[in-house]
């Protein structure tokens, strides 16, 4: 539904990536999980390893459904396109900027 303000509405968002500085948002959805219905957001360091932002945010946060199993993840997604398989690399270099969305699921 769209909204139409009575004046000029002429303020930045509170939530630009100049705002954080180093750090991003990133959405993270784990697909199929009916405790998790919609996107997680975290704020992350930029230039954090994927492998140290799944082992340190993903896992962490997913481990609170008794039935997470790390070894069960697959089918990594950047919005709609497979993500590259590569663990040790930043996640600006994986594609992943301000406010992207990862999407997994589980076997």
Same mark, same amino acid.
């Given at each position: 539904?769209?909204?139409?303000?009575?004046?000029?509405?002429?303020?930045?968002? /509170?939530?630009?990536?100049?705002?954080?500085?180093?750090?991003?948002?990133?959405?993270?959805? %784990?697909?199929?999980?009916?405790?998790?219905?919609?996107?997680?957001?975290?704020?992350?360091?930029?230039?954090?390893?994927?492998?140290?932002?799944?082992?340190?945010?993903?896992?962490?946060? /997913? /481990?609170?459904?008794?039935?997470?199993?790390?070894?069960?993840?697959?089918? %990594?997604?950047?919005?709609?396109?497979?993500?590259?398989?590569?663990?040790?690399?930043?996640?600006?270099?994986?594609?992943?900027?301000?406010?992207?969305?990862?999407?997994?699921?589980?076997?």
């Amino acid at each position: 539904m769209a909204v139409k303000a009575l004046y000029d509405y002429d303020f930045p968002s /509170a939530d630009r990536a100049e705002v954080f500085g180093d750090d991003q948002l990133v959405y993270v959805h %784990w697909i199929g999980n009916p405790l998790f219905c919609s996107a997680a957001c975290f704020r992350v360091p930029k230039a954090m390893p994927f492998r140290e932002f799944l082992t340190g945010v993903v896992h962490p946060w /997913a /481990a609170t459904d008794p039935e997470f199993d790390p070894a069960t993840v697959t089918g %990594w997604q950047l919005f709609d396109a497979p993500l590259a398989d590569r663990p040790d690399a930043p996640l600006t270099e994986l594609g992943i900027g301000h406010k992207a969305l990862l999407k997994f699921q589980t076997e």
